[in-house]
């Protein structure tokens, strides 16, 4: 039975350093959660004190109805996959799937079902038999995946666990594991800087910077209506473009154009643009809102080609179709998606509405 995990206010200090900074976090029986951001946001932290590997400072944990605060792992009825596959070289492969079941002193009668059901949900059950030296990197991560379903644990945490594989494996996996935890109704924390990793497995992404979460939303609303301008420019590849405008009387300069910026209410002064390269559309005329640019470079990516352009001496990427005759040193006049643009506060970078 899944079990819906809170965390409230919890921080986390190593010595004079402060990891977590009164994060809460409200993840639903049965969901996907994703923790994404760069290296050293505290991602790994807050999972480690919701194993119960790591004790926080300060704050409540609960998985289900059951305060955790202080308790061991192996109380807490959860389940962990690392980056490290940790499967045992001396096992087999059904052994190590059962690893943790013996762990619990479960019967065989009880053991054997288990592994065998969790084998089957990983396409590994042929590899019972086998040993670990005899499997690819891919089919070593489905064991440890295996092992961690066979505890048919309340909550299952993930940190990293695809980063050592190679591209196309990673993708099969990341498929893979989407539908399996969709059928096993596991709520699953899941961990990683991939930002592809977190748009293609979430129910919920919630992106951390700097020891807090700054935005805690579903992937869609994350990427189109960031937080703040960190949020716009982690998510995304090719990231969220940012302009420098001069904000007047409702309206802001940029690079010859005077575009409508937020309400007057939130008063003059410079403010920051952000538009996705592919809110972008490059416009044979000029036009009063047309922002003016010229093009640097130009990388054909198969199935569009990525500008890298100079406005106003700023960086700016567009995606264009992969048949665009615009070579590099070219001027382009580009027409901004009007709902699409975003506005952020230049100093504290949080979006302006």
């Keep these: 039975m899944a079990a819906g995990i809170y965390v409230d206010k919890v921080r986390k200090v190593f010595g004079t350093f402060e990891a977590l900074k009164s994060v809460s976090l409200d993840v639903q029986p049965e969901e996907f ?55 045992f070289p001396h096992l087999t492969i059904f052994e190590n799937i059962a690893f943790g079941l013996r762990m619990k002193k479960l019967l065989n009668s009880e ?26 990197g891919g089919q070593r991560q489905r064991v440890a995946v295996a092992r961690a379903l066979a505890m048919e644990p309340e909550v299952l945490l ?33 961990v990683t800087h991939d930002q592809v990793e977190a748009m293609s497995l979430a129910d919920r992404i919630a992106v951390m910077h700097g020891g807090h979460i700054i935005q805690y939303d579903r992937p869609i609303e994350v990427y189109q209506n960031p937080a703040n301008a960190f949020c716009g420019g982690f998510i995304g590849n090719p990231p969220m473009n940012f302009l420098q405008a001069e904000r007047e009387n409702g309206h802001c300069r940029i690079a010859g154009a005077a575009l409508p ?15 996705r390269p592919e809110d972008v559309l490059v416009a044979e005329t ?64 949080k979006a302006l509405h």
């Design 33 to 87: 959660t994703v923790l994404l951001g760069p290296s050293g946001c505290g991602k790994t932290t807050l999972l480690r004190i919701i194993a119960g590997l790591e004790t926080e400072t300060s704050g409540e944990l609960r998985i289900g109805d059951k305060r955790v605060n202080g308790l061991p792992p192996r109380n807490r009825n959860i389940a962990m996959v690392f980056q490290n596959y940790a499967v």
């Design 111 to 136: 053991i054997e079902p288990r592994v065998k059901k969790a084998a089957g949900m990983m396409h590994i059950e042929h590899l019972l038999d086998r040993y670990s030296a005899q499997l690819s």
């Design 158 to 190: 993930m940190d990293e666990p695809l980063s050592n594989l190679d591209a196309l494996l990673r993708l099969e996996m990341r498929a893979e594991l989407k539908g399996l935890l969709a059928e096993s109704r596991t709520t699953t924390i899941y």
């Design 261 to 275: 910026g937020p309400s007057a209410s939130q008063g003059n002064g410079r403010v920051t643009l952000g538009i």
């Design 286 to 349: 000029a036009a009063s809102e047309h922002l003016t640019g010229r093009v640097t470079v130009v990388e054909p990516l198969g199935p569009h080609n990525l500008l890298t352009l100079a406005v106003d001496q700023q960086l700016f990427r567009v995606t264009t179709a992969a048949d665009s005759p615009i070579k590099s040193g070219q001027e382009v006049y580009l027409a901004l998606a009007p709902e699409r643009r975003r506005w952020f506060d230049t100093e504290s970078g």
